[in-house]
């Protein structure tokens, strides 16, 4: 179940979706705690310096949706302390060479029922 969760659907003018949008973008940009007036109401929220996002685009049903969503922890999260410094023993590290990766762009791919060739993605979702 989810703590709260506030779904608004209706109809805008594209400049009005503009305008939303660039709402949220400042919101975004400004970080912190922010406030977006939608419709009727103000939704308050907290928005951290690291998000993640998810971009959707379907189109079917004679129909084309576009879904943009951020999610981040609802708590605060702290970073990492700055790890030490190395030890001052006079000793300076030595850069390792880099290994050869060997090219897969040379290796047909594994076939499939019937003869054709798989792409990696789709052998990953056969198996």
């Known amino acids: 179940m989810k703590d709260l969760k506030f779904e608004q659907k209706r109809s805008l003018s594209r400049l009005e979706a503009a305008d939303q949008l660039s709402a949220l973008a ?11 007036e939608l419709g009727s109401g103000t939704l308050s929220m907290r928005i951290p310096e690291e998000l993640r996002s998810e971009v959707e685009f379907e189109v079917g049903d004679g129909e084309i949706e576009l879904e943009i969503e951020f999610t981040w922890p609802t708590r605060r999260v702290r970073k990492a302390a700055p790890r030490p410094p190395e030890a001052e023993s006079g ?4 850069a ?7 090219s897969t762009a040379a290796r047909p791919a594994p ?7 798989k792409t990696k993605r789709a052998a990953s979702k056969s198996a």
């Open 96 to 102: 390792k060479p880099a290994r050869s990766r060997k």
């Open 26 to 36: 400042e919101a975004l940009r400004q970080g912190g705690e922010a406030e977006l």
């Open 91 to 94: 000793e300076k590290a030595v």
């Open 111 to 117: 076939k499939a029922a019937g003869g054709a060739r």
